[in-house]
T-cell receptor, first 114, second 116 residues
Framework: TAGITQAPTSQILAAGRSMTLRCTQDMRHNAMYWYRQDLGLGLRLIHYSNTAGTTGKGEVPDGYSVSRANTDDFPLTLASAVPSQTSVYFC?????????????FGQGTRLTVV | AQKITQTQPGMFVQEKEAVTLDCTYDTSDQSYGLFWYKQPSSGEMIFLIYQGSYDEQNATEGRYSLNFQKARKSANLVISASQLGDSAMYFCAMDIRDTGRRALTFGSGTRLQVQP
């Protein structure tokens, strides 16, 4: 079972360049999320999508954009990367049905902006 | 706004002993979920245990239990009989409903090291 697949696994990116982090899930979950993880700060929500066709801003959305054209894919785009966007990025999904359910995470993308 | 606080950046425990990782939360919501995740050095996020705000019993999953004290707004993770493989980062998280959004809010994490 694949679950959530993120690509690439890691990337070094020149400042000012654009990049799209890919995320695909095969669990038919309604909700998807992008988090960034920085040392000492835990995981912070960048953007989310409750269902295909809708997106919303999380805690730290500046410099990032997302789209949700279908249920399975939730790409994250950095239009013009800056060094402060160096981080580990996690994509996650959850069913959002009924009561509370845990989020399922991808393996992460380690991004270094130089 | 909802907030999760983990005050222990690092913890040490001897193998086979029990350890408690602290987590406090702040929310005005009456209905919420509390979660613990484990992140080993390989980096993946592994779900451990969940507690609902209306659950009267503390959640247990094998060697993991959640000490839920609603009045104190705490949701501490207890790991019994620690194993070397328990060495990892542990994150407490809360499921929130905020203007139509449901998403996990995470604490800053506790790094647990199990010593032989």
């Amino acid at each position: 079972t694949a679950g959530i697949t993120q690509a690439p696994t890691s990337q070094i990116l020149a400042a000012g360049r654009s990049m799209t982090l890919r995320c695909t899930q095969d669990m038919r979950h309604n909700a998807m999320y992008w988090y960034r993880q920085d040392l000492g700060l835990g995981l912070r929500l960048i953007h989310y999508s409750n269902t295909a066709g809708t997106t919303g801003k999380g805690e730290v959305p500046d410099g990032y954009s997302v789209s949700r054209a279908n249920t399975d894919d939730f790409p994250l785009t950095l239009a013009s990367a800056v060094p402060s966007q160096t981080s580990v990025y996690f994509c996650a999904s959850s069913p959002q049905q009924g009561s509370w359910t845990e989020a399922f995470f991808g393996q992460g993308t380690r991004l270094t902006v130089v | 706004a909802q907030k999760i606080t983990q005050t222990q950046p690092g913890m040490f425990v001897q193998e086979k002993e029990a350890v408690t990782l602290d987590c406090t939360y702040d929310t005005s919501d009456q209905s919420y979920g509390l979660f613990w995740y484990k992140q080993p050095s390989s980096g993946e996020m592994i779900f451990l245990i969940y507690q609902g705000s209306y659950d009267e019993q503390n959640a247990t999953e094998g060697r993991y239990s959640l000490n839920f004290q609603k009045a104190r707004k705490s949701a501490n993770l207890v790991i019994s009989a620690s194993q070397l493989g328990d060495s990892a980062m542990y994150f407490c998280a809360m499921d929130i409903r905020d203007t139509g959004r449901r998403a996990l809010t995470f604490g800053s994490g506790t790094r647990l090291q199990v010593q032989p």
